[in-house]
């Protein structure tokens, strides 16, 4: 069955440098893969979607790109912040073009001021 | 409504009472979802609606939990007999169902059985 495999180790930066995130998924690629922010106590917020016939997708200092050769999705914060500490999650669709999606268990970031 | 609304926010139970978890959906959204987070743990799928087809339970832990929605709109989930290992905060989004699949979730219900 599809695994989505996200590093579990907590991730410190500096702030003003730049965050990369890695989500590798096991089997057959999506049709598109998303990133989601989680803060304590929250439920999860989406940020960004990226499809299978792109290569990278930009939102202000966010960039996603996704390899479906390497089945592998990174994404960037550029310019970090305090602010943008939190555990970030990936997520794709069990089938193609189908809506039932699964989590990866996600990355904590912690930007240090 | 404007959100996903989630009910109650904390529930504390003693093992073996029964519980139920409620779920109010963005208004129009044809699919709805139930994942679990166990503390310091990514989110467990556990069922989802999409409309009028039969619901996806292949997440569901066991046949203590039970999911129904009732017109399309609210959804309960039930565990019955709680375990301690139910403990969790149970999430409920939804989804407008079409094109790209983007889930808007609730904050949440933190359920603690003791």
């Known amino acids: 069955s599809q695994k989505i495999e996200q590093n579990s180790e907590a991730l410190n930066i500096q702030e003003g440098k730049t965050a990369t995130l890695t989500c590798n998924y096991t089997n057959y690629s999506p049709a598109y893969l998303q990133w989601y922010r989680q803060d304590p106590g929250r439920g999860p917020v989406f940020l960004l979607l990226?499809?299978?016939?792109?290569k990278e997708k930009r939102k202000e200092r966010l960039k996603v790109t996704f390899d479906t050769t390497l089945k592998q999705s990174l994404f960037h914060i550029t310019a970090s912040q305090p602010a943008d500490s939190a555990t970030y999650l990936c997520a794709l669709d069990m089938s193609g073009g189908g809506f039932k999606t699964i989590f990866g268990a996600g990355t904590r970031l912690f930007v240090k001021a | 409504g404007a959100g996903v609304s989630q009910s109650p926010s904390n529930k504390v139970t003693e093992k073996g009472k029964d519980v139920e978890l409620r779920c109010d959906p963005i208004?129009?959204?044809?699919?709805l979802y139930w994942y679990r987070q166990s503390l310091g743990q990514g989110l467990e799928f556990l069922i989802y609606f999409q409309g009028n087809s039969a619901p996806d339970k292949s997440g569901l832990p066991s046949d203590r939990f039970s999911a129904e929605r009732t017109g399309g709109s609210v959804s309960t989930l039930t565990i019955q007999r709680t375990q301690q290992e139910d403990s969790a905060v149970y999430l409920c989004a939804s989804s407008s169902g079409t094109g790209a699949n983007v889930l808007t979730f609730g904050a949440g219900s933190r359920l603690t059985v003791l």
């Open positions: 208004s129009g959204h044809t699919a």
């Open positions: 990226i499809r299978e016939n792109e």
